[in-house]
């Protein structure tokens, strides 16, 4: 195997000793593992060394810069960025072994991920987000989105057929933890891209997003699972336009709406640190 055929997996971590054994058995056949944690306090890193995985830990500095200094810590050119929470399925692991001892013919793949829906796993007929995640770094490299930041190539993109399986919303309460901390950490982006017409979208987009994602995704194809799932999702986008809105309130009023005789709380420094 040559070294442009080659592959590095990298991988960020904090407390994921649940689904990191899925995870890296299923990419234990690559040329290099890389982990970088965030100082877990579970068996992340036990799980890790078990697989020989190449080990350095740093303090979260958002998902973006997390992910890029995992990424310059890999050896090869061609490289395969996977969550804690998700595994490759075995047709997936074939068709990457073909398709790297045989040449990638592109610079980047798009990579179906099949999601664990509460209680059961999507079914296949459903319309799969893609996700960028094998590509020749010489092309590209990760993005500055604070939540979802995810690699960028400039050159062809192609996409595999088999999916990788993700376990990230294993039950409503974690998927309702989620969108509530991504929401959040979304804010600061809007404010910076000025966003206009926010009551509108607010009373507007969220059931658009819901007919998008129960009737044109399938997701009906999954039951009742589907129907929550996609009532969720809406309120995602309800609840990043509502959170902006809500920082403009406050931006503008302060606490001038409280009662005069109510007593001002001190500004919350987690927030704060978020919204930085």
Known sequence: MTDRTRLSVFITTYNNGRTLTAC???????DEIVVLDSFSTDDTLAIA???GAQMSQHEFMGYGPQKRLALEATTHNWVLLLDADEALSPTLQTEIRQLLAQGPSADGYE????EQMFWRMYNPATRMNHYLRLFDKRKGGIDDMPIHAAPKVQGRIARTKAPLYHYGETDIHTKVDKINAYSTGLVADKIKKQRWGVP?????YPPLFFIRSYLFKRNFLNGWAGFINSAIASFYVFLKYAKLYEHRQFAKY????????APPLPEDPEKIKKLN
């Open 200 to 204: 509108l979208i607010m009373l507007f």
């Open 254 to 261: 302060g606490a001038r709406l409280l009662p005069e005789d």
């Open 49 to 51: 060394q078990q697989y």
């Open 24 to 30: 890296l058995e299923s990419i234990k056949w690559a």
């Open 111 to 114: 990579i179906p991920r099949q």
